[in-house]
């Protein structure tokens, strides 16, 4: 029978595991207190950094529906639970286990997707949301101005050709040829 502790912690992994947009496991082995606490800073304020037993957390993400990352738990597990941008804590991971070579990131998973270590990788390279949403505005903002130029210049050009058509039409009545004058033979 399970202990009401372990119950406990296995209800409040699972639902972090639900309440959370992504996970990422990582190994810790020799990074010290200081190191994880800087880790912690460094993830931001949208991810939380819990050190866990590889039983409980397993219980708790299968009880969450995330069967992808049973093989994952294995040796000295910490899982990074990301309620807001997974771009950023992954780059605040990725940026920690370059200075840090002790972290290891085993995978994780994003929107109920599992990830793997290189593909967690990848996410960090992306640009953050807002660079994101920036550019798009700006594509939009550009096509619409395209778009602009598009509408005033199709009335331009009319203009122009019909000026064009007015002048020339003027041009062959005004040097239009005088009609021949008959002569009256006598």
């Known amino acids: 029978m399970a202990r009401p502790d372990k119950a406990a912690a296995v209800a409040e992994l699972t639902d972090q595991f639900r ?3 992504a996970a990422v496991l990582t190994e ?29 957390t397993k219980i708790a993400a299968n009880e969450a529906g ?10 000295p597990t910490a899982v990074a639970f990301i309620t807001g941008d997974p771009v950023t804590s992954a780059k605040g991971l990725r940026d920690f286990a370059k200075d840090n070579p002790n972290l290891i990131i ?5 929107d109920g997707k599992a990830l793997s270590a290189d593909e967690i990788k990848k996410l960090a390279d992306l640009e953050s949301r807002e660079v994101l949403l920036a550019k798009l505005a700006g594509a ?18 009319f203009a122009r050709t019909a000026e064009a058509l007015r002048a020339k039409k003027e041009e062959q009545d005004g040097a239009a040829p005088a009609a021949p004058v008959e002569a009256d033979s006598e």
């Open 106 to 110: 085993k995978g994780g998973v994003l």
């Open 66 to 75: 995330i069967n992808a990352l049973d093989d994952l738990f294995a040796g």
């Open 140 to 157: 939009m903002k550009g096509k619409q101005s395209q778009t602009a130029a598009l509408f005033q210049a199709l009335p331009s050009k």
């Open 28 to 56: 810790y082995r020799g990074l010290t207190v200081a190191q994880l606490k800087e880790l912690r800073r460094s993830l931001g304020e949208d991810a939380q950094y819990a050190v866990v037993k590889n039983t409980l």
């Open 19 to 21: 309440s959370s947009n």
